[in-house]
Nanobody, 115 residues
Framework: VQLQASGGGSVQPGGSLRLSCAAS????????VAWYRQAPGNERDLVAA???????NYADSVKGRFTISRDNAKNTMYLQMNNLKPEDTGVYYC??????????WGKGTQVTVSS
């Protein structure tokens, strides 16, 4: 399984970006997926997750601003990020977990929020 993330870039505070992560193979629909963020010098932290049953979970810092979604027909997950803040800066990684707990990571896409 390969995960290809895209959509990162540089935006001003208050701007928006939409990240995408496309998965190869045919395991996407049966897998939980998530986005993580790693800022310089920090650990990789959970931003948002969505299960196979479309249950979502968000970090407190992004609730109300970010929306995670998935399109099983396209084997793709998304992260819509609105009202971006400088503290949202970091490398965003997509993660796929398939039964029985096997984890795959994408290579990451850089998001920079700066005026």
């Amino acid at each position: 399984v390969q995960l290809q993330a895209s959509g990162g870039g540089s935006v001003q505070p208050g701007g928006s970006l939409r990240l995408s992560c496309a998965a190869s193979g045919n395991i996407f629909s049966g897998s939980d997926v998530a986005w993580y963020r790693q800022a310089p010098g920090n650990e990789r932290d959970l931003v948002a997750a969505i299960s196979t049953g479309v249950l979502t979970n968000y970090a407190d810092s992004v609730k109300g601003r970010f929306t995670i979604s998935r399109d099983n027909a396209k084997n793709t997950m998304y992260l819509q990020m609105n009202n971006l803040k400088p503290e949202d800066t970091g490398v965003y990684y997509c993660k796929l977990t398939r039964p029985p707990g096997i984890v795959y990571w994408g290579k990451g896409t850089q998001v920079t929020v700066s005026s």
